[in-house]
């Protein structure tokens, strides 16, 4: 069983930093795609960074594009996300996901197979 876990949310003050970690088992994922979505209150789960594992590759949502940066970990099945110059709007809870081909369609949350069970990111202006 595919597991996702989260770690790294928190509270910060506008302009401050954090860090998320995703690490995930249950597979091999050497071949996966893996991203980070964010869901706000009363909004829906939007899109924010995916890395694929086989070549590095990135993208961003163009609201975090410069701020925010995904990366593989040393260790196998890690992704994580580098989050600097924070804004409020950045509030969310905080999400990995896991897919196991390339599509596309990244950037919609039907593209992955696993999911996270989330971690909060507040920050206050």
């Known amino acids: 069983q595919v597991q996702l876990v989260e770690s790294g949310g928190g509270l910060v003050q506008a302009g401050g930093s954090l860090r998320l970690s995703c690490a995930a088992s249950?597979?091999?994922?050497?071949?996966?795609?893996m991203g980070w979505f964010r869901q706000a209150p009363g909004k829906e789960r939007e899109f924010v960074a995916v890395?694929?594992?086989?070549?590095?590759?990135?993208a961003y949502a163009d609201s975090v594009k410069g701020r925010f940066t995904i990366s593989r970990g040393d260790a196998k099945n890690t992704v994580y996300l580098q989050m600097n110059s924070l804004k409020p709007e950045d509030t969310a809870v905080y999400y990995c996901?896991?897919?196991?081909?390339?599509?596309?369609?990244?950037?919609?949350?039907?593209?992955?197979?696993?999911w996270g069970q989330g971690t909060q990111v507040t920050v206050s202006s």
């Open positions: 249950g597979g091999t994922f050497s071949s996966y795609v």
């Open positions: 996901a896991a897919a196991q081909a390339y599509s596309s369609s990244y950037y919609y949350s039907f593209a992955y197979d696993y």
């Open positions: 890395i694929r594992r086989t070549n590095g590759n990135t």
